[in-house]
């Protein structure tokens, strides 16, 4: 339970002192009744609190691991210079790490559900003008079919006395009917 100033803190976690400062307004982070910082209650409400991305990229001697330019140096192999190796993380730097890299994983998950269902729901919605277009297509063949049918079916109707051979003759010409309107649609794809 090392006490700390904001100044000393700042220079234990390598960041600014203002950066501790706005910590500390935005209640990241709290000092004890003395106005010193414990270090080891700090970090821990430092690494729950804090976005580890934006602390790890704000982090004062940050250097991306990858160089930023994407041509290789004149001479160069095209592999980034060698430096010294980072220094080891602390605990909370490695809690952080963790915590980023859970939301990592979470988003690229949350992201990769939401292309498979646009990726459906594209395969599976038609436009409107194709809509009308089947819509209208399918009205005139029912109309057609209807409208035809007294000349279609009149004769056979007039040789039958029996409601049930008639009966029989309508629905025959209905199931054609529904049957041609059925293939009509699967041929569409619909």
Known sequence: MPLMTVTEYARHRNIS????????????????????????????????????????????????????????????????????????????????????????????AQADTAEIERDKLRDSLLSKAVVDEHIASFSQMVRDHVMAQPDRLAAALAAVDDAKVAHRILKTDGDGMLRKLSKAVASAGL
Do not use: C, Y
């Open 17 to 108: 002192h203002q950066a501790v400062s706005k910590a500390i307004d935005a209640g990241r982070i709290k000092k004890e009744r003395n106005g010193k910082i414990d270090s080891d209650k700090a970090d821990t409400s430092w690494a729950l609190r804090t976005d580890p991305v934006r602390s790890m990229n704000n982090a004062r001697g940050h250097t991306p691991a990858v160089p930023l330019r994407s041509d290789p140096p004149r001479g160069g192999s095209g592999f980034p210079p060698q430096h010294e190796p980072e220094p080891a993380l602390g605990f909370s730097e490695k809690v952080a790490l963790r915590i980023a890299m859970q939301r990592l994983r979470k988003e690229t």
